[in-house]
């Protein structure tokens, strides 16, 4: 999702994990609000289709690295992964079934992240088992 995003100066802040805050994602979804309440989404580089959609899983996914990061900080925080995931086009009702993955091939990267044994990535986002940048 992050490549819909063509305002750079906002895709480097996001990208910047080592100074990534949870206000640094606030301000860029108040900034978001404020652009598309004055109709000013493509000028400044927001994703011209399913823009709140796309917005959306870009804070989603850096806020997963900013807890990630927390909880990195703490001795209680290495016993927990936080990630994220997309299932991919599944067949569901809101979709009317015009999916192309069932929901048990939907499903299948939440379990193996439920189940990743010690040691597994954290601050990560997965589709289909496999890392993405986000």
């Known amino acids: 999702m992050l490549e819909r995003i063509k305002n ?8 910047d994990i080592g100074n990534l805050s949870e206000e640094k ?7 978001f609000l404020e652009d598309s309440n004055s109709g000013n989404l493509a000028p400044r580089g927001w ?8 917005v ?6 850096a806020y997963t690295r900013v807890l990630a990061k927390e909880l990195a900080n703490h001795p209680e925080g ?6 994220s995931m997309a299932p991919g086009y599944v067949k569901t009702d ?15 990267t939440v379990v193996w992240l439920a189940l990743l044994p010690p040691g597994g990535p954290t601050g990560q986002f ?9």
């Open 78 to 83: 290495q016993n927990f992964y936080v990630n």
């Open 8 to 15: 750079a100066t906002l895709v480097q802040q996001l990208c």
């Open 126 to 134: 997965f589709y289909q088992r496999k890392y993405l940048a986000f």
């Open 47 to 54: 994703p011209k289709n399913l823009s709140a959609y796309c």
């Open 25 to 31: 994602i606030d301000s860029s979804v108040q900034q």
């Open 94 to 108: 809101m979709n009317r079934n015009s999916g192309i993955l069932t929901p048990e091939q939907g499903a299948d």
């Open 56 to 61: 959306s899983k870009v804070a989603l996914n």
